[in-house]
């Protein structure tokens, strides 16, 4: 049977976390990480994955409240779990587009060797001008230079982890390139996995190609069964181009999970998390991302708006941007007038992440198909509570999944690289 991979998310303050509801805890305070991490591992997930804020988001010129993606730095959280965990692994989304490579690669090389070979980069990229004014040189690229930095980036990684024998020698390095022209001498030696493994999180076409080029795992997203066999497959296939095989990229989206004693009590758990994620406030928000426009006068239990987004506004700063505004708002109408939504309704509709909602049993036959049918090779679960979201399925889904024979009862390796099935990296020389 494929055995199935499973990733926890440490979901920060934002639209997918509940942080209003009595049981969450601080986004700050170790412990919230700490609780986290252990319940993956006592789950006997593959890893532990941080997300990155790097500048507060602002709305129509204001930080607002109900989504604000503050929190702390990733690798620094990372480095102190390391010494409260053994086999979990340890995932820090670091942005390609505002650090340096030798600078990066001596913190998760680091992090790799504290860890005895847990860590893991999610490499980002960005065209956010908004966010590249907390940096020195301004630190933006126009859309079309992104991912060639990150993919010279990720490459220059490896040559600087490269730089040290699997004997334990140092050698010189120097590189030449379009973004970086950097030599020297890395100071960290080899580490336990040869090279951290690498995530790429991105469901654009150049995502996908560079995941298929330079990535182990990719972090996605997508709404049903047959959406997911169809981005497998593509990514699946774009691989063998680059000389690989299919299993050397894990396919992870991230999903939520709801549970009940039977399937109706978890639809109504569902519809009432949905409640909270989605206030009468946060729906006018979600809607004024798509429209780019103040549309604070609108009423949210009433209908759509009569006009049309506008493409150009800077309404919304520090969030990607929706690609086709016409495009959404046309979705969003069109869903609207099909079920009869107001404003907030639509909201929860169009804007809910993919979820498993059911009994135990239920949700763990759900997952088991999703992998069993080649729609993913595990799953990255975002809890909507910190730090306690995760505790249900570890104690009543994780289980039957092992039950079942699709999930590890124990890990047999001690890397992140061994729980995920990837080889180690061939020593260039």
Same mark, same amino acid.
């Given at each position: ?9 440490? *979901? ?21 990480? =700490? ?16 997300? =990155? ?62 860890? $005895? ?10 065209? $956010? ?42 050698? *010189?390095?120097?590189?030449? #390139? !379009?973004?970086? $022209? ?9 580490s336990p996995q040869g090279h951290p493994v690498v995530i790429q999180a991105g469901d654009s076409d150049e995502g996908r190609e560079f995941a298929a080029s330079a990535a182990d795992v990719i972090f996605t997203r997508h709404g049903t069964l047959e959406a997911g066999r169809r981005f497998y497959a593509d990514v699946k296939a774009r691989l063998a181009k680059y000389g690989r095989q299919p299993g050397d990229l894990k396919i992870m989206p991230g999903v939520t999970v709801v549970l009940g004693d039977t399937d109706a009590e978890a639809q109504q758990n569902a519809a009432e998390i949905r409640h909270q994620q989605v206030s009468p406030q946060n729906a006018i928000l979600a809607l004024e991302q798509i429209w780019g426009r103040d549309l604070s006068a609108y009423d949210p239990d009433g ?5 049309? *987004?506008? +493409? ?11 690609? $086709? ?28 992440? !993919? ?31 910190? +730090? ?13 999944? !092992? ?9 047999? #390796? ?16």
């Amino acid at each position: 049977m494929k055995q199935m991979h499973l990733a926890a998310h440490f *979901p920060g303050v934002n639209s997918t976390t509940v942080w209003t509801d009595p049981r969450s805890r601080s986004q700050i305070d170790f412990s919230s990480f =700490e609780h986290l991490a252990r319940t993956a591992e006592r789950g006997k997930f593959d890893f532990f994955f941080l997300a =990155e804020g790097l500048r507060l988001r602002e709305h129509n010129g204001r930080i607002h409240d109900l989504d604000v993606v503050g929190r702390p730095e990733s690798l620094t959280v990372l480095n102190a779990l390391a010494a409260v965990t053994e086999r979990l692994g340890l995932a820090a989304t670091v942005n390609a587009t505002f650090n340096e490579p030798y600078e990066l690669a001596r913190r998760l090389a680091t992090l790799d060797h504290l860890s $005895d070979g847990r860590a893991a980069w999610n490499v980002v990229t960005s065209s $956010d001008a908004f966010t590249g004014e907390n940096f020195r040189r301004g630190g933006y690229l126009d859309r079309a230079d992104r991912y060639t930095r990150a993919a010279e980036f990720v490459a220059t990684a490896r040559e600087l982890w490269d730089s040290w024998t699997p004997e334990g020698d140092s050698r *010189p390095f120097a590189h030449s #390139g !379009q973004h970086f $022209d950097i030599s020297g001498e890395f100071t960290v030696p080899r580490s336990p996995q040869g090279h951290p493994v690498v995530i790429q999180a991105g469901d654009s076409d150049e995502g996908r190609e560079f995941a298929a080029s330079a990535a182990d795992v990719i972090f996605t997203r997508h709404g049903t069964l047959e959406a997911g066999r169809r981005f497998y497959a593509d990514v699946k296939a774009r691989l063998a181009k680059y000389g690989r095989q299919p299993g050397d990229l894990k396919i992870m989206p991230g999903v939520t999970v709801v549970l009940g004693d039977t399937d109706a009590e978890a639809q109504q758990n569902a519809a009432e998390i949905r409640h909270q994620q989605v206030s009468p406030q946060n729906a006018i928000l979600a809607l004024e991302q798509i429209w780019g426009r103040d549309l604070s006068a609108y009423d949210p239990d009433g209908p759509l708006p009569d006009t049309d *987004p506008d +493409p150009g506004s800077d309404l919304v700063q520090g969030r990607v941007r929706v690609a $086709d505004p016409l495009a959404a708002a046309a979705r969003w109408r069109e869903l609207s007038e099909a079920k009869g939504l107001s404003i907030r309704q639509t909201a929860i509709e169009a804007t809910a992440r !993919q979820s498993f909602i059911g009994s135990p049993a239920t949700v763990a036959a759900e997952l088991e198909k999703f992998v069993a049918t080649d729609a993913a090779d595990g799953f990255i679960l975002v809890p909507h509570l910190t +730090p306690g979201g995760l505790d249900g399925f570890v104690d009543r889904v994780v289980p039957l999944l !092992q039950e079942r024979g699709a999930f590890r009862t124990e890990y047999t #390796g001690s890397t992140l690289r061994s729980h995920l099935g990837l080889a180690r990296p061939v020593w260039k020389s």
